[in-house]
Nanobody
Framework: EVQLVESGGGLVQAGTSLTLACVAS??????????IGWFRQGTGKEREGVSC????????YLSESVKGRFTMSRDNRKKMVYLQMNNLKAEDTGTYHC??????????????WGEGARVTVSS
C-alpha cells in the first residue's frame, strides 16, 4: 500500500547542483512518524545509506562523503522528502532510492522502497 516515487535525476556536470524529490503515498497520520532515508548505489558498488530523517527535523548524514554538500529536508504535510545535492562529483553517480524505515539506525526495518532515480555526474 505504501508507495514511494523518486524524481529529479538526470545528467549533470561536476560542480553543479541537483535536487531529488520523493513523494510518498499510502501513509496514515501515524506513518508520518516513520523515518525516510536516501540510499544510493553506484555501478559495481554496494548500496550505501546517504541520509535519513525521522521524527526530528534534523537529518542524519550516513555517508561522510556527502556531509557539507548534501542537504535533506522533509515536508510531512505533502508527504515529500528532498535531497539537495551541491557540488556534485563524478563519484556521486549512481541510482538513488528513497525508503521508509521505522528508525534512522543500522538496525532499521524497511517498509517500502522507491524504484530509484538515476544521477549521472560528468567530469
Amino acid at each position: 500500500e505504501v508507495q514511494l516515487v523518486e524524481s529529479g535525476g538526470g545528467l549533470v556536470q561536476a560542480g553543479t547542483s541537483l535536487t531529488l524529490a520523493c513523494v510518498a503515498s499510502g501513509f496514515t497520520f501515524s506513518d508520518d512518524d516513520y523515518g525516510i532515508g536516501w540510499f544510493r548505489q553506484g555501478t559495481g558498488k554496494e548500496r550505501e545509506g546517504v541520509s535519513c530523517m525521522g521524527s526530528s527535523r534534523t537529518p542524519t548524514y550516513l555517508s561522510e562523503s556527502v556531509k557539507g554538500r548534501f542537504t535533506m529536508s522533509r515536508d510531512n504535510r505533502k508527504k515529500m522528502v528532498y535531497l539537495q545535492m551541491n557540488n556534485l562529483k563524478a563519484e556521486d553517480t549512481g541510482t538513488y532510492h528513497c525508503a521508509t524505515q521505522n528508525m534512522c539506525s543500522a538496525s532499521a526495518l524497511f517498509l517500502a522502497w522507491g524504484e530509484g532515480a538515476r544521477v549521472t555526474v560528468s567530469s
